[in-house]
């Protein structure tokens, strides 16, 4: 894929933001805004920088608002010159009119006369300049914030942001790394740069993607899921969220949407970064296929039998055998050196003894169990194989995506061969039960019991 040099140039250096990074560079390609969510310090405002770096000639425009930003900080101060003409005009040059890459730190601390401003420029990417309406060359706006806004007057201006990503502090396992990780130099590869021409190109190319059946049915479960959980998702946003996925799957070359194209899904349909996990994990669970395994009718299979073989190994002997009585009177004239092993002999014989037909219907049960055992784990072995090839394939997945899959794969395989060793110990154990001499004494067991 040839986006691939970008990609690694905006995580270079960079720990735990393989997902913000693709999220963002997705986004460029697209035209669209990303929103990070997160505190300070988990290098939101480099990510903007570094996508700015990857634009050949591109201005950069970064401020940090508050409440008592003024339109001027932005957009530029008015002319003096325009004023003596009587034209309310601003010199814009250097300012956000003017910029391919912005990123707005705590973006939603802007006043009402900035946000109308913000509206028309990140929407219709122009901008009202006195009399004259001038296209802006913005390719993408990064806005940061700690949280969400609550107050329903921002609304419009937080749904302009397609893809919402939360950036968490690097956690305590790369802590380590982080401290002996050096920021790489600024400069870029050729490469990696996106040219005018051939974002262009793409996003053209991307029209033309059809999006298969498959995933038509994966967005609309997408949509039953979002309003069984009560959020509200604009038509706007899915169908933004559709031309993403579409131009995703035009940058691989590929010859229709994917389902594992939907990753993005979590970024674009939650309204708030609690939502994302849930998302995430709907994602696994529809096309990483990790839904929860249905073996607890089988565990508690194992359990009764095991229960069962315990009971009938520990079992005193039948009433007409003498078993007991040569145990006490081995015990009675065992000496010093014969003692343990006369009496661990003796002792062998002092448990109750089956019959062939009990220990074949107890053998036959748990080989029965064991087989579906085995079908279910070579069935979830083979789904492993294919989705994990699958995930590895997708050069957009994040790497922490494709890692965490694996894992939980290994996970659903590695509970299955547990039980399946589980279940041979079983067949081990009831073939090795005590067998009568007599064979007239034996019958058929009631079969072992469970929930299924």
Known sequence: MRWKAAIAELERGLLQRDVAARALLLAALAGEHVLLLGPPGTAKSEL?????????????????????????????????????????????????????????????????????????????????????????????????????????????????????????????????ALLQTDLPACDVHPDAQLT????????????????????????????????????????????????????????????????????????????????????????????????????????????????????????????????????????????PSTESELVRITSELAHRRYGALHIQARVAQVSEVQQRVDAMHAEVHEVARTVLAQAQAHAWLPPSWRSRIEAAHAQRCASLASLSSRMADLHAGFSALPRHRDERADSVPAPVSWED
Do not use: M
């Open 196 to 335: 005018p021409s051939a974002l262009q190109a793409l996003r053209e190319q991307a029209i033309r993607v059809p999006i298969g059946e498959a995933v038509l049915e994966l967005l609309g479960a997408a949509r039953q899921q979002a309003r069984s959980t009560q959020q509200t998702v604009s038509d706007r946003r899915w169908r933004q969220t559709a031309a993403l996925l579409q131009l995703q799957a035009a940058s691989r070359e590929a010859s229709e949407v994917s389902v594992w194209d939907a990753w993005l899904l979590p970024f674009t349909l939650a309204s708030d970064p609690d939502e994302v996990p849930a998302w995430t994990d709907w994602f696994l669970a529809q096309v990483a296929q990790l839904k929860p395994l249905a073996i607890e009718g089988l565990e508690r299979a194992a359990q009764a039998f095991e229960q069962q073989l315990d009971v009938e190994r520990r079992a005193p002997p039948d009433e007409q055998d003498d078993s007991a009585g040569k145990l006490a009177l081995a015990r009675a004239i065992a000496g």
């Open 48 to 176: 903007a920088r570094r996508l700015q770096r990857l634009l050949p000639g591109a201005h950069y425009f970064e401020r940090l608002l508050t409440r008592f930003s003024v339109p001027e900080e932005l957009f530029g101060p008015l002319s003096l010159k325009a004023l003596e003409d009587d034209r309310y005009e601003r010199l814009t040059q250097g300012y956000l009119p003017s910029a391919e890459v912005a990123f707005l730190d705590e973006v939603f601390k802007a006043n009402s006369a900035i946000l109308n401003t913000l509206l028309g420029l990140l929407h219709e990417r122009s901008f009202d300049n006195g009399q004259h309406r001038v296209d802006v060359p913005l390719v993408c706006l990064v806005g940061a914030s700690n949280e969400v806004p609550q107050d329903e007057s921002l609304h419009a201006f937080f749904d302009r942001f397609l893809l919402r990503v939360p950036v968490a502090p690097v956690d305590d396992a790369h802590f380590a």
